[in-house]
């Protein structure tokens, strides 16, 4: 292979102080040729002798980064050396390559970002190695990261759970900067208030958004005394929701199969506010409501406590709650009492959200992303989830930027001789000082000046010749 080729190659490899002396490239693979380094080794590891003798080479097969969607191996010969001091043998090892695996440090890296969002299934089928590899790569690069991540305490901090691996898991977040605390094995109460009590600074903590599960308040108060607790809206606008779905589903119960029919799709438009119903949405459901007292009045009373929370202040929201469960209809209140037992035991945190408008949207989001990892393969282990979904959530998103589609190099802008246009100008200001001569002229303007040219000694000149200048202007209009 000519040495061309050969500086061209490892530009392609792209790994300093590495020399490639043969490729092979199939349809799945490149196969590329190392050759040795025999004077790297500078001294002996074990005694620190620098007397270090050649002591032949082994060929090893080094996994590196995909190349034009194809596997790459590396065939490397390993220089050995023997130490005279010590009796003891080491060898060359590049720093280019992992030292505990046969593989490339950046291909190390490159398997820890796609793990986070890839199965290792298809990052093995990438590289050509076992899927345990990859794994057991993946879960060392994890580690190390995950040791080294500081997450602050949070001002505002979200408290929930999602069920993943047959368990209910612990999710704590930062509703403020919108990122994940941490994502936990169990949602109990002392799994949560030990992560609680481990932040540092938690009195800096001011409020807390949850749902209406106890052993969250209790934490919160005994670990968090100074901290406003806000119950999330969404999780007490559900029993209104619920309470309306009671009564339709009764109604529907006891209906004939003919009458049935007329309900066709009724919870999905009974379950939307009535500001976003469209085209003959309205009509139909204000039908229903007609047709069945039990049903418009149990709807009308989810319509009209979802109101509620667009009151922005407090008093008002508490005298509208107070009027909306006394003009309640008798016949529909059963089906409304987990609504109203919520709005007694939990008074003060659902009225807090009046005065700290905060939602739990964003944990409820990272439930669902937490699902969405867990769906994207088979057989993983909580410990394996939580470090795909710490790593990529408990730091703000920073956004790619995006493909520059302007192309990054300078267009010329001379008169067809690629030079800029500032150049072009000085050259026409040259030849406008300098005595005319048509082939100089021709070739400054199209194709720039030789090297001859260039070193010729500057010709004296008394001025420009401007009567040559129009004899040839005139000659072109002639010609033409």
């Known amino acids: 292979m000519a040495s061309s080729d050969r500086v061209q190659l490892t530009d392609l490899l792209n790994l300093p102080g590495i020399t490639i002396d043969q490729i092979a490239e199939d349809d799945h693979q490149y196969s590329i040729k190392v050759g040795r380094r025999r004077e790297h080794r500078q001294h002996c590891p074990h005694c620190g002798c620098l007397d270090l003798r050649p002591n032949g080479s082994r060929e090893v097969r080094i996994h590196d980064l995909p190349i034009h969607g194809k596997r790459v191996g590396i065939w490397f010969d390993r220089?050995?050396?023997?130490?005279?001091?010590?009796?003891?043998?080491?060898?060359?090892?590049?720093?280019v390559f992992d030292p505990a695996r046969m593989m490339t440090r950046r291909l190390v890296e490159w398997i820890g970002q796609q793990g986070l969002r890839r199965p290792f299934t298809a990052v093995a089928d990438d590289v050509g190695l076992d899927e345990s590899t990859i794994r057991s790569a993946w879960s060392e690069w994890t580690e190390a990261r995950i040791a080294a991540l500081e997450i602050p305490t949070p001002d505002w901090m979200g408290l929930d759970e999602v069920y993943l691996l047959g368990s209910a898991r612990?999710?704590?977040?930062?509703?403020?900067?919108?990122?994940?605390?941490?994502?936990?094995?169990?949602?109990?109460?002392?799994?949560?208030?030990?992560?609680?009590?481990?932040?540092?600074?938690?009195?800096?903590?001011?409020?807390?958004?949850?749902?209406?599960?106890?052993?969250?308040?209790?934490?919160?108060?005994?670990?968090?005394?100074?901290?406003?607790?806000?119950?999330?809206?969404?999780?007490?606008?559900?029993?209104?929701?619920?309470?309306?779905?009671?009564?339709?589903?009764?109604?529907?119960?006891?209906?004939?199969?003919?009458?049935?029919?007329?309900?066709?799709?009724?919870?999905?438009?009974?379950?939307?506010?009535?500001?976003?119903?469209?085209?003959?949405?309205?009509?139909?459901?204000?039908?229903?409501?007609?047709?069945?007292?039990?049903?418009?009045?149990?709807?009308?009373?989810?319509?009209?406590?979802?109101?509620?929370?667009?009151?922005?202040?407090?008093?008002?929201?508490?005298?509208?709650?107070?009027?909306?469960?006394?003009?309640?209809?008798?016949?529909?209140?059963?089906?409304?009492?987990?609504?109203?037992?919520?709005?007694?035991?939990?008074?003060?945190?659902?009225?807090?959200?009046?005065?700290?408008?905060?939602?739990?949207?964003?944990?409820?989001c990272m439930n669902g992303l937490a699902k969405i990892d867990n769906r994207m393969g088979r057989g993983y282990s909580f410990e394996a989830l939580r470090a795909k979904i710490l790593l990529k959530h408990s730091k703000p998103k920073v956004p790619r930027p995006r493909f520059i589609k302007e192309s990054p190099f300078k267009k010329p802008t001379g008169l067809g001789s690629g030079k800029p246009l500032i150049e072009s100008y000085e050259v026409a200001l040259e030849l406008a000082e300098a005595p005319l001569d048509v082939p100089m002229f021709l070739?400054?303007?199209?194709?720039?000046?030789?090297?001859?040219?260039?070193?010729?000694?500057?010709v004296q000149t008394l001025g420009p010749d401007l009567d040559g200048l129009a004899d040839i202007l005139s000659a072109l209009d002639d010609e033409e």
């Open 170 to 364: 612990g999710v704590i977040t930062d509703v403020h900067q919108r990122t994940l605390v941490d994502f936990l094995p169990r949602r109990d109460k002392g799994t949560i208030a030990r992560r609680i009590a481990d932040m540092p600074g938690r009195d800096q903590i001011e409020l807390v958004t949850m749902d209406m599960w106890r052993p969250y308040w209790t934490v919160c108060r005994e670990l968090l005394p100074k901290a406003q607790i806000v119950v999330d809206r969404w999780h007490v606008q559900k029993y209104a929701n619920e309470g309306m779905e009671t009564v339709r589903k009764a109604v529907r119960g006891g209906l004939p199969k003919k009458r049935r029919i007329r309900l066709l799709n009724d919870r999905r438009l009974l379950l939307k506010r009535r500001a976003d119903l469209v085209g003959m949405e309205p009509m139909i459901v204000e039908a229903w409501c007609g047709e069945f007292p039990d049903l418009g009045a149990a709807y009308a009373a989810k319509e009209r406590f979802a109101e509620i929370w667009t009151w922005g202040n407090e008093a008002d929201a508490r005298a509208g709650v107070r009027a909306w469960a006394e003009e309640m209809p008798e016949e529909i209140r059963p089906a409304f009492k987990p609504l109203l037992t919520a709005l007694t035991n939990w008074e003060a945190e659902i009225f807090a959200y009046f005065r700290h408008p905060i939602t739990n949207a964003f944990t409820e």
């Open 443 to 458: 070739k400054r303007m199209i194709g720039g000046p030789t090297m001859a040219e260039r070193l010729a000694p500057p």
């Open 79 to 95: 220089q050995r050396f023997l130490c005279p001091d010590c009796g003891k043998s080491c060898s060359d090892e590049p720093e």
